[in-house]
């Protein structure tokens, strides 16, 4: 069985909070004349306080377009991939020449070669390392990351296996673009990486005395819901496609699906004794939370993420993963479900056993 041996999350050094990144955002187009107050308003409703960017706020006036945002896109990832990776293998214990596997995946730029390949011979990965570059996951990528190594540690037992996410959000903004998805983009992204360093249940390092075990997980897509999430991609680059009706589908479906998987191992959900939520925004989380008949408590860290970080995309339930680890690691033994939803529009639930 697969386990977890250590979790890793960076951030840029630029720190705002979130008025600066409204104002900035308010000079650079983001409201059509007389919608300031719907700016001001989705700002200070998004549950989000401070933001880290890959560039200096005042920077972004200066992106001359897609070529120049994803130019900048791939020197951050490369410099905040590979802290992620070095930490998450320093704190397992491991180099990077044990690693045989590695999962990157990124929504918000592009790269060929890809970033884990850029950042091979920086790590001092071995050149037989497994590669697999992931596009288009969006927030799921982080809960789907983990799911694939378990697939592949599965067949693979004695392997190390690492998942990289770099999320850049900030880098997609469409200036002058005054749509409510937009709007609402610009209200709730942030920027960050974190790095997953797994192995398989006979390598040393998978011991029980180590990280939470993976004991199952479950991919879900809902049929007739492409344009709920994800990205129009044109000369501008990647322009937000978000339906308001998403929370109302997560209302309606996920606590279904999420009793079902549980029952399949004999659980229910007052067993699991920690939530590593996505936090997707205020309006999905209290959705989350409804579907699911949580108390307000177990979805604390999300929110606290939200709120110090914003939403990062697919390295966010990474970083809550860390944070549950380190902060409020459950009971030996106890289930956990680590869950994310993303364009598709998907879910993926991963179970686990602290």
């Avoid at 293998?89 to 995946?105: F, K």
Wanted: hydrophobic share 45%; proline share 5%.
């Amino acid at each position: 069985m697969m386990r977890i041996a250590a979790v890793h999350g960076v951030l840029p050094r630029h720190q705002y909070e979130q008025h600066e990144i409204t104002e900035a955002l308010a000079a650079m187009g983001l409201a059509r004349r007389g919608e300031r107050g719907v700016l001001d308003r989705l700002h200070a409703t998004s549950a989000v306080r401070t933001r880290r960017l890959a560039m200096p706020l005042e920077w972004y006036t200066g992106l001359s377009g897609f070529g120049s945002a994803n130019d900048r896109f791939i020197d951050v990832a490369l410099e905040l991939g590979e802290q992620a990776v070095n930490g998450a293998l320093a704190e397992a214990g491991l180099g990077a020449r044990d690693v045989d596997l590695v999962i990157s995946t990124s929504v918000t730029g592009i790269a060929a070669p890809s970033i884990e390949a850029r950042l091979a011979g920086r790590l001092g990965l071995r050149p037989d390392v497994k590669r697999v570059p992931v596009f288009g996951l969006g927030c799921v990528g982080g809960a789907a990351g983990i799911a694939r190594l378990h697939d592949y540690l599965a067949g693979h037992p004695g392997d190390v296996a690492v998942l990289l996410s770099v999320e850049l959000c900030s880098l997609t903004l469409q200036r002058g673009d005054a749509s409510a998805a937009n709007m609402v983009a610009g209200s709730l992204f942030g920027d960050g990486a974190a790095a997953v360093v797994a192995v398989g249940g006979s390598h040393p390092s998978g011991s029980p005395d180590g990280g939470p075990a993976v004991v199952a997980t479950r991919s879900h897509l809902y049929p007739d819901t492409e344009r709920l999430l994800g990205w129009d991609i044109g000369d501008r680059g990647f322009r937000i496609v978000l339906g308001s009706d998403l929370p109302d589908l997560v209302r309606r479906h996920l606590g279904d699906e999420v009793r079902a998987f549980l029952a399949d191992h004999d659980l229910k959900t007052q067993d699991v004794t920690a939530w590593v939520c996505h936090p997707g925004g205020p309006k999905v989380l209290e959705a989350v939370r409804d579907s699911l008949g949580l108390p307000a408590r177990a979805l604390e860290l999300t929110w606290r993420s939200l709120a110090e970080v914003g939403n990062l995309s697919s390295a966010s339930v990474l970083h809550i993963l860390r944070d549950t680890l380190a902060l409020r690691r459950p009971l030996a033994g106890t289930p956990g479900l680590l869950l994310a939803m993303g364009p598709g529009f998907c879910s993926e639930l991963v179970l686990l056993r602290w």
